[in-house]
Every structure is written in C-alpha cells, then in structure tokens.
C-alpha cells in the first residue's frame, strides 16, 4: 500500500480506474489494514495478501480476483 514519494496503493488504483475502469488488483502490504485500504476494496480492489506469503498464497488470490 505504501510507495514513495507520497502515494499509496490507493492514490495509484485511483488513477488506474481512470484509465481503465474495472480494472482487477490485489493489495500487498506488509502492514495491519488501514482505511485506505478499506477504501481501495470499495472501489473494486480484491482481497489482499500479507506479506510475507507464499508463491500459492499469492496465486490464490489472484486467481479469487480474477473469478470475481
């Protein structure tokens, strides 16, 4: 969720859906969820992963994403 400088996870799925609505992504992040990630699930994104995770782990999740 956290990139640098200044944007986050949510700021960039913002300017993906301009581009292209509808628009499947998964949240990875190392941290405890937050309101902004709470945020990024309401305007589409799917589950998300806590990192550290597995190589099925993340395969799972991207395969619920791409079946929503």
Do not use: C, H
């Not at 960039?12 to 990630?37: C, D, N, P, V, W």
């Not at 994104?45 to 619920?64: H, M, T």
């Amino acid at each position: 969720m956290f990139m640098e400088p200044g944007m986050d996870g949510l700021d960039a799925y913002r300017k993906i859906i301009e581009l292209r609505l509808g628009q499947k992504a998964l949240i990875a992040s190392g941290f405890a969820e937050t309101s902004r990630a709470k945020e990024a699930q309401e305007l589409g994104v799917g589950g998300g992963l806590k990192k550290p995770y597995l190589l099925d782990e993340i395969g799972l999740a991207v395969g619920a994403a791409l079946d929503r």
